[in-house]
């Protein structure tokens, strides 16, 4: 197993993957603009309960891609540092925001594993869907030190308990690169357990078996399935069940453990 804060090809296959992938974006492209409603459930999670009052909070979008996350966390007052390995992804964010006249951002290229900010800095810090293209040790403890006392760590996470899912994030990734497809295709619910050791979670919600079938059978049929009743069928499976191996996506709040190391 390769050590990925450390592999300088393996970063460099990455940062080519997200500059390709930034030259294909749209300066309309954010959250909640581009989830379509079979997706919005784990996102609208963290707007309902964790991402209130935002007035003057300094929030880090970290791996933050072209700034999906930025425009609505900036819409509502927060001010927005991102960061991201792809400088493609950076000049694209900046490009979004300047576009929209959003103000109070900064967006920089820099490494996950190597954030260069001073010590509890952050109000919050969102990370969506970035966690696989990292060495977790690292990454959890350098997000501890910059994170404030009381603020919180937010994290959406795709994982691959699930065998179906499972082979299709393997298969996905065959695409980024062949040489590194099984690293990328590591995050399971276990993996979290690194997080202990600098955090505390405070909240674990799983979400997204039988919304991911409906996203796919409107795709492939055209055919509608109501999201409301997914939904309740997730809720039952993921929540009451609580059978969370099944799931494909999971939301994650941390916040700093009292005895941290």
Not at 33 to 48: A, G, K, M, Q, V
Not at 56 to 62: A, E, M, R, V
Not at 66 to 83: P, Q, R
């Amino acid at each position: 197993m390769i050590d990925k804060s450390k592999s300088k090809n393996y970063k460099q296959k990455i940062e080519d993957h997200f500059d390709r992938q930034a030259f294909k974006g749209s300066l309309e492209d954010f959250i909640p603009n581009c989830l379509d409603d079979y997706s919005r459930t784990p996102f609208e999670h963290i707007l309902n309960i964790y991402c209130k009052n935002l007035n003057n909070k300094i929030i880090l979008d970290y791996c933050c891609g072209t700034g999906i996350n930025s425009v609505l966390f900036s819409k509502n007052g927060a001010k927005i540092v991102g960061i991201d390995i792809s400088q493609q992804s950076i000049n694209l964010a900046k490009k979004k925001f300047k576009k929209l006249n959003l103000k109070n951002s900064n967006f920089i290229e820099m490494d996950a594993h190597s954030l260069d900010f001073s010590d509890n800095y952050f109000d919050y810090i969102i990370c969506y869907k970035s966690l696989l293209y990292l060495n977790l040790e690292k990454a959890f403890k350098e997000l501890n030190r910059v994170l404030k006392k009381n603020g919180k760590l937010i994290i959406l996470e795709n994982i691959g308990d699930n065998f179906i899912f499972n082979y299709y994030r393997y298969f996905k990734h065959l695409l980024i690169s062949r040489e590194y497809a099984s690293e990328l295709n590591k995050i399971k619910i276990k993996d979290f357990n690194v997080a202990k050791k600098y955090f505390k979670c405070v909240d674990s919600s799983f979400f997204d078996f039988f919304m991911i079938f409906g996203k796919f059978i409107k795709n492939k049929f055209k055919i509608n399935i109501s999201c409301s009743f997914l939904k309740y069928l997730d809720t039952l499976l993921l929540k009451n069940l609580k059978l969370y191996f099944l799931a494909f996506t999971v939301v994650k709040i941390y916040k700093k453990n009292s005895d941290e190391i």
